[in-house]
């Protein structure tokens, strides 16, 4: 099946045309026939597109919104200029969509119809910064290829519906969940469901005989326990503000601290949250950059101690989340490392590991070094605990379940 799969930001659109099936999946040999992103919707948009495994091309086009954006696409991808392997719209047989918040209706993939969009709508409310982006995806895609075409809505929440009511409430008035639904949503999940899954593909162990963390660590970061399969605990919280120090998050901290500010700065609650959200974590602690392939360069040619401070931070706070979880868990198989930090960041990967060695996990220097963007090892010898680098496919496993929903396959991965 040819799926199109989308993810839409504020003013972006990523895309992959994506061909799976059961056997495919099975053997890993779905086919990703094109990709790409159109960055800059609303004025002159910048087009990134690729087919297969092409080098991909950039090119300019004004497109004054997201329905425009998929209009293009889908004129691209059926063209003879694309290279891709398809002939017509008409082969391009459902749709699936990247929605992040889910809330406590939508705990699997669904089909989208109109009683599920007003639904979604409904919880904007719960993450006014991605779900209305989402929606408009979902419009233009139906807009573009017609009501015949099946979309599928993944939610970024719905892998941590499994997490115990220990592990999802806060300790706050009881009475603010049962009005409100105030708890532990968290996110990523399509990310660590996918790597766990891999995990047990690459290593033969069955769903319920395997106990992982999985980090998946980028500009937004965030640390799952899974237990057979299932999330019992997760970084991310109400909103993916919480956990993890990430690029411009700040990650836990003290909510008395708010007051505090608001009253020493002036700042109001919308200032304090835009600050928090966009102005600290990486950013914030080094004063430079919420990268961190330039904080470790500024680090390793400069000696600047505020970047070296922010890269600490980062590592010490997944730490400490690590031992919190091995103690949850009573112990792991393995840790797996994933996103465009744990997948291409041989020294962040080391520092993480290097005071862990009570716990019997020991990392393979060389093994570490060697291994970027790809799968495979890098625990030493006699480490109690693999360590292993997994890159994440979030659009594949989009993908995926956009053909199990479509089909009503009864698979498990």
């Known amino acids: 099946m040819r799926i199109l799969v989308l993810n839409a930001g504020s003013s972006s659109l990523k895309f992959q045309l994506i061909d799976t099936d059961g056997?495919?999946?099975?053997?890993?040999?779905?086919?990703?026939?094109?990709?790409?992103?159109?960055?800059?919707?609303?004025?002159q948009a910048i087009l990134t597109l690729a087919a297969g495994d092409a080098?991909?091309?950039k090119?300019?086009?004004?497109?004054?919104?997201?329905?425009?954006a998929v209009e293009h696409v889908i004129t691209w991808l059926a063209g003879p200029q694309s290279g891709v392997p398809i002939e017509s719209v008409a082969e391009i047989e459902a749709v699936g969509h990247r929605v992040v918040h889910g809330g406590e209706r939508f705990t699997h993939s669904t089909r989208i119809d109109e009683a599920v969009r007003r639904e979604l709508e409904d919880l904007i409310e719960l993450a006014p910064l991605h779900n209305p982006h989402n929606l408009r995806g979902i419009a233009a895609a139906r807009s573009a290829l017609g009501t015949g075409i099946p979309q599928v809505a993944v939610f970024d929440t719905a892998f941590h519906h499994s997490l115990p009511d220990t592990a999802y409430l806060y300790a706050i008035p009881y009475q603010l969940y049962r009005r409100h639904r105030v708890r532990r949503y968290g996110f990523h999940g399509t990310s660590h469901?996918?790597?766990?899954?891999?995990?047990r593909q690459l290593t033969g162990r069955t769903r319920e005989g395997t106990k992982i963390i999985t980090l998946h660590l980028?500009?937004?970061a965030s640390a799952c326990a899974i237990v057979g399969g299932n999330s019992v605990d997760t970084s991310m919280g109400f909103t993916p503000l919480e956990g993890l120090v990430m690029g411009t998050r700040s990650g836990d901290i003290d909510?008395?601290?708010l007051d505090f500010v608001s009253a020493k700065e002036g700042l109001t609650l919308h200032e304090l949250d835009s600050m928090l959200n966009k102005q600290s974590g990486l950013l914030g602690l080094s004063g430079l950059t919420a990268d961190m392939r330039e904080l470790l360069a500024e680090e390793a040619e400069h000696g600047d101690r505020r970047a070296r401070l922010a890269?600490?931070?980062f590592c010490y706070r997944i730490r400490k989340y690590l031992g919190a979880y091995l103690a949850a868990m009573n112990g792991a198989d393995a840790i797996v490392f994933a996103g465009?930090?744990?997948?291409?960041?041989s020294d962040v990967r080391a520092r993480i590991c290097a005071e862990l060695d009570w716990l019997g996990i020991s990392l393979d220097l060389a093994r570490n070094a060697s291994l970027i963007g790809a799968e495979g090892r890098i625990d030493a010898e006699g480490s109690r605990i693999e360590l292993w680098v997994i890159p994440t496919d979030e659009e594949l496993l989009i993908a995926r379940d956009t053909w199990r929903v479509v089909t009503g396959a009864d698979v498990r991965y």
């Open 218 to 220: 980028g500009n937004g």
């Open 340 to 345: 465009g930090i744990g997948e291409n960041s």
């Open 193 to 199: 469901r996918y790597v766990a899954y891999r995990y």
């Open 311 to 313: 890269v600490d931070l």
């Open 59 to 68: 090119s300019t086009a004004p497109i004054r919104d997201h329905a425009a």
């Open 23 to 43: 056997g495919a999946i099975a053997e890993s040999r779905d086919r990703r026939l094109a990709r790409g992103q159109v960055e800059r919707i609303g004025g």
């Open 255 to 257: 909510p008395a601290i």
């Open 55 to 57: 080098a991909p091309t």
